[in-house]
């Protein structure tokens, strides 16, 4: 131990990203624990590192006492003086207990602990580097695909991106950059876990941050996500500023704002709409590019009953009630389509209805 352990821990620091005190003090627990293991050692003892020459001793605090009645934690004035003549009974003086054979044991026992230590540094400096993202948007490298699991790489450490949060359809190949979400990050004895994902709504919105300089500004505020990965979403976004169309903002020149997103998101369609504090405009926006003739909603159940033209039914509905669904989840109100015809029937059925009670009611009379 000397300069070669000064120079050992400044190569870890450059190689682990570690500070230099994290490494020595993980040292000095590390030989700690290796003195302890020596017969007779004292258990008030401490383990100091010079951190400028790389030199160690094992020290102990020791009270100083005119009749010493415990090695371990006293020391006789006479012997106190011997280190300094300024000692009084009662002051407290560190006291070399360093072993004399300590050097080769205290080498290896350290070298493992240190070893340890350092594993736990790294692990919990990555989870804390990690934790910090969640919510966040993090490009990583596919390093290998097993079976159906991607495995990305980092820098720091690895992820694992599961079926269930791969968008239907996508292939991966070894290389490629990828773009995922952080949904969570776990600490595990087998260091931290970060679940990533390319499905979670989360994304898109954080894809539209990164595109959309007037979201990142707070200009514009996306208000709502609603998303079915891989195939269709829809986006509510709302302008701070009347000057500024939020729709066109995050279009983009020629579009080409959405269609980086679009590209990054495997052609997933994505519908933008403008978010309104009015529940029955902000309904019909949602169910763009539907064209609607009225709205009526009924604010306890936050139920509503939409109308629109009869060529528009199909389109309003969407293939497999998709558009209706998605923007049910972006509005998260429930919404019933009707088309001009089905709403006209309706309303005949309820007004015969409605006579037939009156024509029996006077019968009555």
Not at 212 to 231: D, F, H, N
Not at 277 to 296: G, M, W
Not at 327 to 351: F, H, P, R
């Amino acid at each position: 131990m000397s300069q070669e352990l000064v120079q050992a821990v400044s190569v870890l620091t450059k190689n682990k990203g570690l500070a230099p005190e994290v490494i020595f003090e993980s040292l000095e627990v590390a030989l700690l624990q290796a003195y302890r293991k020596e017969p007779g050692f004292n258990p008030e003892a401490y383990v100091e590192i010079n951190r400028e020459t790389g030199d160690y001793r094992v020290l102990a605090k020791k009270q100083v006492v005119e009749d010493v009645t415990d090695d371990a934690t006293q020391i006789s004035l006479d012997d106190a003086r011997m280190q300094d003549l300024r000692y009084e009974v009662g002051d407290i003086v560190a006291v070399n207990v360093t072993p004399s054979n300590f050097g080769r044991s205290a080498a290896h026992t350290a070298k493992q602990m240190l070893t340890q230590r350092l594993k736990e540094a790294e692990r919990s400096i990555v989870y804390e580097e990690y934790f910090s993202r969640e919510g966040d948007i993090i490009t990583g490298v596919i390093e290998r695909v097993e079976g159906r699991n991607a495995f990305i790489n980092l820098g720091k450490t690895e992820a694992i991106l599961p079926p269930a949060e791969q968008i239907p359809g996508e292939s991966y190949q070894v290389g490629d950059r990828l773009k995922c979400y952080i949904v969570e990050v776990k600490k595990t004895t087998k260091g931290p876990q970060i679940m990533i994902s390319r499905t979670h709504p989360g994304l898109l919105k954080r894809l539209f941050e990164l595109e959309v300089p007037e979201i990142k500004e707070g200009v514009i505020e996306l208000k709502s996500v609603a998303r079915e990965p891989g195939m269709r979403s829809k986006i509510a976004v709302f302008s701070r500023d009347e000057t500024i169309d939020a729709v066109g903002a995050c279009v983009g020149p020629r579009g080409q704002r959405v269609q980086n997103i679009v590209d990054e998101l495997q052609d997933e369609k994505i519908d933008i709409v403008k978010w309104d504090e009015d529940p029955a405009v902000y309904i019909a926006n949602s169910l763009s590019p539907a064209k609607v003739i009225s709205v009526t909603v009924q604010e306890e159940e936050k139920a509503s009953r939409v109308v629109v033209p009869d060529y528009q039914l199909s389109l309003a509905i969407g293939k497999a009630g998709q558009n209706a669904r998605l923007a049910a989840k972006l509005t998260n109100w429930k919404i019933d389509i009707k088309s001009e015809s089905q709403a006209e029937e309706a309303d005949d059925t309820v007004g015969a209805a409605d006579d037939s009670v009156v024509e029996s009611t006077g019968d009555a009379e």
